[in-house]
């Protein structure tokens, strides 16, 4: 409400603007800037407006929302160029700290039997339940979780998260 901003502005004497912005289709200008990201022709990750990427390997589409991992962050293209070295046939994967699905995605396609991907935001359950669909996954499963409290191993860890929270989290780790 800019009645209520304006009014509380002039009460503490403070010197402000107030610009209108025209109404606009938000949705197209964030499509206009998205762009694909191709990691070494390995792996693409697109959004469902854009054509697939001739000679990528693997074609992921991701619609990010308020999610992290587009590709786009260079932690996240520099997991997936990582992944590049890997045989992940069979094995069972966690993907801690899953944001938008995607390395849980290319697991399963890269041929992981399991995946499993948590995180402990809401809006990225929601968003990597929707991409795990739109990727037609069929091994991966999206579980909110604030811990590694899990009655399971694993043949590989895939944490893109920040470094406090893997430190904290190293010993449990271990024990997964």
């Known amino acids: 409400d800019k009645g209520s901003v304006t009014e509380f502005l002039e009460q503490g004497n403070y010197k402000y603007k107030i610009d209108t912005i025209e109404d606009q289709n938000w949705n197209q200008i964030w499509e206009e800037n998205f762009k694909p990201v191709s990691v070494n022709q390995f792996c693409t990750i697109r959004a469902s407006f854009h054509p697939p990427v001739e000679g990528s390997v693997y074609d992921i589409i991701i619609t990010p929302k308020m999610s992290f991992g587009t590709g786009h962050h260079a ?41 499993l991907g948590i995180d402990n935001d809401d809006w990225s359950i929601e968003n990597a339940l929707e991409n795990v669909l739109f990727n037609q996954c069929r091994h991966i499963l999206i579980q909110k979780a604030d811990n590694l409290s899990l009655n399971q191993n694993f043949d590989l860890i895939l944490a893109n998260i920040n470094k406090n929270v893997l430190m904290a989290t190293m010993s449990q780790m271990k024990q997964h």
């Open 75 to 115: 932690t996240t293209y520099m997991m997936i160029e990582q992944m590049q070295a890997l045989n992940l046939k069979g094995m069972e994967v966690l993907d801690f700290g899953t944001g938008t699905g995607v390395l849980a995605i290319l697991a399963e396609k890269m041929g992981a039997a399991s995946v």
